[in-house]
């Protein structure tokens, strides 16, 4: 059967011809212009779904050889996207309930045929409405994708500035934000949140891009007042990442990402129920990989020495939670720093 493509494609599952006449009289009556294809045999049904392509579905409850349940069942699982009405002589309320359960849209008794074409119209309605909503809903996915693609790039380039003016620091950033990501990931925080902590870490000392050369590459150590301008850098990072519309709280990350569980640490002193969860995380990932690298000033305490830091103040200084996921990490699942 050749069929307009562009016309409404009515496909209705009847064994009796004298029904189907009657329903298509009614529809063509309530000024529908469609197609009309009757099968009323299940091979018939599913070999019409695949080549017919039908809009909307119109099938009888009662069948020689299946039933209007099953013929329900197969179409919302094959063909979620067209919607089914019932059409039939007699349907007990209990059966109503189960078509309506399994994904026919309405029911309509045949001595009712003049609701059907509003009925038709209705489920069309609503599916118009469903896939103008999924195209909307697409879309904006892509436009995030994209968003965040670009925040990305931005946040590496940025990262890339911080290690040209500290190059004894190469790679601590991206060394940061992976540990970040892996522990965010091993506490189970969903893939969004963690894409957020992962930029966070990957920008969290973009402060120093503040701080003289002089200062970030002075290969003995600091006196005091050089020691304070450093312990700056994230408050530094705030003011500037603040002004950046990031769809989590990067520059908040950025700036508690020195605050301890206990109050001691810096720039503000906040204890644990301030302190955000991502900023907790990027804490434990911060100390672990600045004890495990070497500088230029001072040979690298070792990764032994770092989880033995943070193990040490698990509870005090390091929230627990992720502590035992970054102990966990290294010592179970064999993480290593690239």
């Not at 693609?149 to 790679?171: D, F, N, T």
């Not at 996921?325 to 699942?333: D, I, T, V």
Request: hydrophobic residues 40%; negative net charge.
């Amino acid at each position: 059967m050749t069929t307009d493509k562009t016309k409404l494609r009515i496909l209705n599952l009847e064994d009796q011809p004298t029904d189907a006449e009657l329903i298509e009289d009614e529809l063509l009556a309530g000024g529908l212009i469609f197609d009309f294809m009757r099968v009323a045999h299940a091979h018939e049904y599913y070999q019409a779904l695949a080549f017919f392509g039908p809009h909307v579905i119109l099938c009888d409850y009662t069948l020689p050889d299946f039933n209007g349940l099953k013929a329900v069942q197969y179409a919302t699982k094959n063909y979620p996207e067209i919607p089914v009405i019932m059409v039939t002589g007699t349907l007990s309320d209990v059966e109503a309930i189960e078509l309506l359960r399994v994904g026919a849209k309405d029911y309509i008794l045949k001595d009712s045929l003049k609701r059907l074409p509003s009925a038709v119209r209705r489920v069309l309605a609503e599916k118009a409405a469903i896939q103008a909503r999924e195209a909307a809903e697409h879309s904006l996915r892509e436009s995030r994708e994209k968003l965040l693609r670009s925040l990305e790039v931005m946040a590496k380039g940025m990262a890339e500035l911080i290690e040209l003016r500290e190059p004894y620091a190469v790679g601590h950033q991206r060394r940061v934000a992976d540990l970040s990501a892996a522990i965010a990931r091993e506490m189970g925080m969903a893939e969004e949140e963690i894409h957020g902590v992962y930029l966070a870490a990957i920008i969290h000392d973009f402060g120093k891009s503040r701080i003289p050369v002089a200062i970030l590459a002075k290969p003995g150590p600091l006196d005091a007042a050089e020691y304070q301008l450093i312990r700056e850098h994230s408050s530094m990072g705030y003011d500037i990442l603040r002004r950046v519309e990031f769809p989590w709280p990067i520059a908040e990350i950025v700036y508690q990402h020195h605050e301890r569980e206990d109050g001691s640490g810096y720039p503000k002193g906040l204890k644990a129920p301030e302190i955000l969860p991502g900023a907790k995380i990027l804490a434990v990932a911060d100390v672990v990989e600045s004890m495990a690298s070497h500088r230029p000033y001072r040979p690298g305490p070792g990764i032994d020495a770092a989880l033995a830091e943070i193990e040490r103040g698990r509870g005090v200084q390091y929230n627990a939670k992720v502590v035992d996921a970054c102990l966990k990490l290294f010592r179970k699942r064999g993480y290593k720093f690239q």
